[in-house]
DNA sequence: GTCCGCATGTAAGGCGTTACATGATTAA
DNA sequence: TTAATCATGTAACGCCTTACATGCGGAC
């Protein structure tokens, strides 16, 4: 039911971003407090275990190298291992258990994509993404179809913003793809 | 950050289904492993020590009364209490905070609106998580065309999709609303 | 009489949350 | 010199995940 194998989301928001520039613990926090990033987590206690943790998977690697850092700084940089890593999990295929639970994820996923992986693979990613969905709009159609009667109103209405949810991300994917070759 | 109080996600899907209809564990997992409610985690490890929690919390009761039950089957009952604290969970004004970090609570929330309270209140519900949603669109795009220029093109387009997505589900509040009104 | 589905649970581990703690640097 | 901001962390806790454990009942 899992099977996201290694990055929590936050990891991957940690090391997508620190695959951008090199970052601080508290350049993280920042970014997640004052951007729309901010949908993931946010404060010290999950950033700076989070950061340690990578980097004892040798992805990151402290460097306080340039200049005088007059201050207690841990500046991030992302290894050669670590930019495989990423690299590999932005291949990954879109499952339907990703889909269903962890469209945030995936999200995230394709918002790195941009220096990591070529546009071939970004292409790929989102049709495959949009095809997912396309099938699972089928079962909740189905399912839909059959329970309409006896659902309430209120689990019907929310059933209904569910299944908008997901067209919508379908029609978003395969506009995307039309922008991404031009 | 968090605020959430009393009811985890799961919590509030176990106490909904549950104040529709009696149900054992093995229903509610059946319910998640087979209906679109399944967005919300799944099985024994959760949610048996969550229907022992808020057994303990005095919301629901089990009662293994009716007729010969053969098998060892633990049916649980809403009770008065549970379905008071539901009623007010769900009377809970909409918050930015929700609707940036509890969007899953917020739709469940109204999905179990239906015999828990009123039909004012539920209209009221969508008024207020639309106008919060029109809110933070609002910021999401100050802050898209400000950085718009920097951002890469993978983290335009996504960004591009959480607006889209924050916009349809005021659009489908609204149409609600509308639905709910005949 | 054996296997599958019903039915309930526990144990270990991971990771995020909240809250707290600490100390350096800069601006008033 | 005092307050705000920079900057990094720890400790306790909660809850979900994974995996395992267990036993009854019906069907073949």
């Known amino acids: 039911m899992k099977e996201k194998a290694d990055l929590s989301t936050l990891s991957l928001a940690i090391l997508g971003l620190i695959s951008q520039r090199p970052l601080t613990g508290y350049d993280l926090r920042k970014i997640f407090l004052t951007t729309p990033m901010g949908h993931f987590s946010s404060s010290p206690g999950a ?4 950061l340690k943790r990578i980097e004892e998977t040798g992805w990151i690697r402290c460097d306080n190298s340039e200049g005088r850092t007059r201050r207690q700084r841990m500046v991030y940089k992302i290894t050669a291992r670590g ?3 990423l690299k590999e999990h932005l291949s990954q295929p879109v499952t339907e258990e990703d889909v269903i639970w962890h ?9 790195f994509m941009d220096g990591a992986v070529g546009p071939e693979k970004t292409v790929r990613f989102l ?7 396309d099938a ?3 079962d909740l159609r189905r399912y839909f179809e059959s329970a309409r009667s ?3 109103v209120c689990g019907r209405l929310a059933m209904e913003q569910g299944i ?3 067209e919508m991300n379908a029609q978003w994917a395969r506009r995307a793809i ?3 070759r031009s």
Chains 1, 2 share one sequence.
Do not use: T
């Open 103 to 111: 469209m945030d994820d995936l999200m995230m996923r394709f918002a």
């Open 178 to 180: 039309q922008e991404l």
């Open 83 to 85: 930019r495989n890593a």
């Open 127 to 133: 049709r495959d993404f949009a095809a997912r969905i």
């Open 47 to 50: 950033i700076y275990p989070a």
């Open 136 to 138: 699972h709009v089928v």
């Open 150 to 152: 006896i659902l309430p």
């Open 164 to 166: 908008q949810s997901y």
